[in-house]
Protein backbone atom coordinates (compact mmCIF):
# COMPACT_ATOMS: atom_id res chain seq x y z
CA UNK A 1 0.00 0.00 0.00
CA UNK A 2 1.30 3.49 -0.30
CA UNK A 3 -0.08 6.95 0.17
CA UNK A 4 -1.11 8.73 -3.10
CA UNK A 5 -0.76 12.56 -3.11
CA UNK A 6 -3.83 14.40 -3.61
CA UNK A 7 -4.46 16.50 -6.31
CA UNK A 8 -5.80 20.48 -5.82
CA UNK A 9 -8.09 22.85 -7.45
CA UNK A 10 -6.73 23.90 -10.19
CA UNK A 11 -4.84 20.45 -11.09
CA UNK A 12 -6.52 19.58 -14.44
CA UNK A 13 -7.60 15.66 -13.92
CA UNK A 14 -10.06 17.44 -11.34
CA UNK A 15 -11.95 19.20 -14.25
CA UNK A 16 -12.37 15.82 -16.62
CA UNK A 17 -15.21 13.09 -16.66
CA UNK A 18 -13.79 10.75 -15.46
CA UNK A 19 -13.45 7.52 -17.80
CA UNK A 20 -15.45 4.56 -17.08
CA UNK A 21 -13.85 1.02 -15.80
CA UNK A 22 -13.84 -1.44 -17.84
CA UNK A 23 -12.67 -4.56 -15.85
CA UNK A 24 -10.74 -4.52 -12.34
CA UNK A 25 -7.49 -5.95 -12.63
CA UNK A 26 -4.92 -6.28 -10.13
CA UNK A 27 -4.09 -2.17 -10.78
CA UNK A 28 -7.51 -1.36 -10.24
CA UNK A 29 -7.39 -3.45 -6.79
CA UNK A 30 -4.05 -1.68 -5.78
CA UNK A 31 -5.40 1.49 -6.85
CA UNK A 32 -8.80 1.46 -4.35
CA UNK A 33 -5.84 0.33 -1.65
CA UNK A 34 -4.29 3.10 -1.68
CA UNK A 35 -7.29 5.35 -1.77
CA UNK A 36 -8.22 3.90 1.56
CA UNK A 37 -4.90 4.87 2.91
CA UNK A 38 -4.74 8.44 1.40
CA UNK A 39 -8.13 8.69 2.15
CA UNK A 40 -7.37 7.59 5.79
CA UNK A 41 -4.31 9.43 6.29
CA UNK A 42 -5.92 12.87 5.59
CA UNK A 43 -8.63 12.01 7.78
CA UNK A 44 -11.56 12.07 4.86
CA UNK A 45 -14.31 10.43 4.72
CA UNK A 46 -14.72 10.07 0.59
CA UNK A 47 -12.42 10.03 -2.25
CA UNK A 48 -12.66 9.98 -6.21
CA UNK A 49 -9.75 8.45 -7.97
CA UNK A 50 -9.40 11.75 -9.72
CA UNK A 51 -8.57 13.12 -6.21
CA UNK A 52 -5.44 10.89 -6.58
CA UNK A 53 -5.13 11.62 -10.05
CA UNK A 54 -6.35 8.93 -11.77
CA UNK A 55 -8.66 8.85 -14.36
CA UNK A 56 -11.27 5.99 -13.22
CA UNK A 57 -14.78 6.16 -12.88
CA UNK A 58 -14.20 5.12 -9.23
CA UNK A 59 -14.84 7.19 -5.66
CA UNK A 60 -14.92 5.53 -1.78
CA UNK A 61 -16.34 6.86 1.09
CA UNK A 62 -15.58 5.61 4.62
CA UNK A 63 -17.91 7.36 7.17
CA UNK A 64 -17.97 5.18 9.66
CA UNK A 65 -15.66 7.62 11.62
CA UNK A 66 -18.70 9.84 11.96
CA UNK A 67 -20.20 10.02 15.45
CA UNK A 68 -23.73 7.92 14.50
CA UNK A 69 -22.50 6.42 11.80
CA UNK A 70 -20.13 3.64 13.14
CA UNK A 71 -22.18 0.84 11.51
CA UNK A 72 -22.40 1.96 7.93
CA UNK A 73 -19.09 -0.10 6.11
CA UNK A 74 -17.03 1.75 3.29
CA UNK A 75 -18.31 1.49 0.02
CA UNK A 76 -16.46 0.99 -3.02
CA UNK A 77 -18.45 3.14 -5.92
CA UNK A 78 -17.67 1.85 -9.62
CA UNK A 79 -19.21 3.69 -12.72
CA UNK A 80 -21.81 5.14 -10.39
CA UNK A 81 -25.17 6.86 -12.01
CA UNK A 82 -27.06 8.95 -9.60
CA UNK A 83 -30.64 7.81 -10.41
CA UNK A 84 -32.58 9.48 -8.16
CA UNK A 85 -32.25 13.06 -6.48
CA UNK A 86 -34.97 14.18 -3.71
CA UNK A 87 -36.47 17.29 -4.04
CA UNK A 88 -36.09 18.02 -0.51
CA UNK A 89 -32.68 19.76 -0.35
CA UNK A 90 -30.50 20.90 2.42
CA UNK A 91 -27.49 23.09 3.24
CA UNK A 92 -24.89 21.83 4.85
CA UNK A 93 -21.03 23.14 5.17
CA UNK A 94 -18.85 21.07 3.21
CA UNK A 95 -15.07 20.28 2.65
CA UNK A 96 -12.86 18.94 0.40
CA UNK A 97 -9.58 17.12 0.60
CA UNK A 98 -8.46 18.80 -3.03
CA UNK A 99 -9.51 22.32 -1.49
CA UNK A 100 -7.97 21.93 2.25
CA UNK A 101 -9.34 24.23 4.47
CA UNK A 102 -12.11 25.89 2.74
CA UNK A 103 -15.57 25.11 4.01
CA UNK A 104 -18.96 26.51 2.87
CA UNK A 105 -22.37 25.54 2.59
CA UNK A 106 -23.91 23.67 -0.28
CA UNK A 107 -27.19 23.27 -1.07
CA UNK A 108 -28.06 19.54 -2.03
CA UNK A 109 -30.94 16.84 -2.07
CA UNK A 110 -30.91 15.32 1.28
CA UNK A 111 -32.02 11.49 -0.36
CA UNK A 112 -30.66 10.45 -3.38
CA UNK A 113 -30.23 6.76 -5.20
CA UNK A 114 -27.77 5.40 -6.92
CA UNK A 115 -26.76 2.23 -9.27
CA UNK A 116 -22.65 1.31 -9.21
CA UNK A 117 -20.65 -1.48 -9.38
CA UNK A 118 -18.76 -3.53 -6.67
CA UNK A 119 -15.37 -4.72 -6.92
CA UNK A 120 -16.79 -8.42 -8.22
CA UNK A 121 -17.98 -5.67 -10.85
CA UNK A 122 -21.37 -7.01 -9.85
CA UNK A 123 -24.11 -4.51 -10.32
CA UNK A 124 -25.57 -2.89 -6.62
CA UNK A 125 -27.87 -0.04 -5.90
CA UNK A 126 -28.29 2.26 -3.08
CA UNK A 127 -30.63 4.35 -1.42
CA UNK A 128 -29.20 7.20 0.85
CA UNK A 129 -29.99 9.94 2.77
CA UNK A 130 -28.59 12.63 4.87
CA UNK A 131 -25.03 12.50 5.45
CA UNK A 132 -24.16 8.94 3.24
CA UNK A 133 -26.26 10.93 0.58
CA UNK A 134 -24.21 13.81 0.87
CA UNK A 135 -21.14 12.33 0.75
CA UNK A 136 -22.25 10.09 -2.06
CA UNK A 137 -23.03 13.18 -4.40
CA UNK A 138 -19.67 15.51 -3.45
CA UNK A 139 -17.96 12.32 -4.75
CA UNK A 140 -20.01 11.80 -7.72
CA UNK A 141 -19.80 15.65 -8.65
CA UNK A 142 -15.94 14.60 -8.67
CA UNK A 143 -16.60 12.07 -11.40
CA UNK A 144 -18.32 14.59 -13.53
CA UNK A 145 -15.67 17.29 -13.09
CA UNK A 146 -17.54 19.46 -10.23
CA UNK A 147 -15.90 20.98 -7.39
CA UNK A 148 -18.12 22.10 -4.52
CA UNK A 149 -16.91 25.25 -4.78
CA UNK A 150 -19.37 25.46 -8.27
CA UNK A 151 -22.09 25.19 -6.59
CA UNK A 152 -21.32 28.01 -3.79
CA UNK A 153 -23.34 31.17 -3.87
CA UNK A 154 -21.03 34.15 -6.19
CA UNK A 155 -20.95 35.82 -2.55
CA UNK A 156 -18.96 33.26 -1.40
CA UNK A 157 -16.91 32.08 -4.52
CA UNK A 158 -15.67 36.22 -4.29
CA UNK A 159 -15.13 35.32 -0.47
CA UNK A 160 -12.74 33.12 -1.22
CA UNK A 161 -10.95 33.32 -4.17
CA UNK A 162 -7.87 34.67 -2.75
CA UNK A 163 -7.26 31.21 -0.41
CA UNK A 164 -8.31 29.03 -4.00
CA UNK A 165 -5.88 30.98 -5.66
CA UNK A 166 -2.73 30.08 -2.97
CA UNK A 167 -4.16 26.64 -2.69
CA UNK A 168 -3.89 26.06 -6.60
CA UNK A 169 -0.16 28.40 -6.30
CA UNK A 170 0.47 25.53 -3.26
CA UNK A 171 1.27 28.64 -1.03
CA UNK A 172 -0.28 26.49 2.36
CA UNK A 173 0.75 24.20 4.51
CA UNK A 174 -0.27 21.03 3.64
CA UNK A 175 -1.45 18.31 5.92
CA UNK A 176 -0.87 15.53 3.65
CA UNK A 177 0.93 14.94 0.58
CA UNK A 178 -0.47 17.04 -2.59
CA UNK A 179 0.56 17.01 -6.33
CA UNK A 180 3.41 19.51 -7.49
CA UNK A 181 1.96 20.58 -10.72
CA UNK A 182 -1.15 21.03 -12.09
CA UNK A 183 -0.97 18.23 -15.31
CA UNK A 184 -0.55 15.51 -12.35
CA UNK A 185 -1.84 12.35 -14.09
CA UNK A 186 -1.25 8.50 -12.25
CA UNK A 187 -0.04 6.01 -14.79
CA UNK A 188 -2.56 2.79 -14.95
ZN1 LIG B 1 -14.00 16.54 -2.62
Keep these: MALLPITLIGDKILRRKAALVKEVDFKTVELIKDMFE ?3 NANGIGLA ?25 PIVFINPKITYRSENKVFIEEGCLSIPDIHAEVERSDAIK ?15 KELLARVIQHEYDHLQGVLFTDLISDEM ?9 KIKKR ?8 TEHADYQMQL
Excluded: C
Design 38 to 40: TMR
Design 171 to 178: DIAFNYPV
Design 157 to 165: KKKLKRELT
Design 114 to 128: IDFMDTDLKAQTLEA
Design 49 to 73: ANQVGADKSIFIIDISVIEGHEEIK
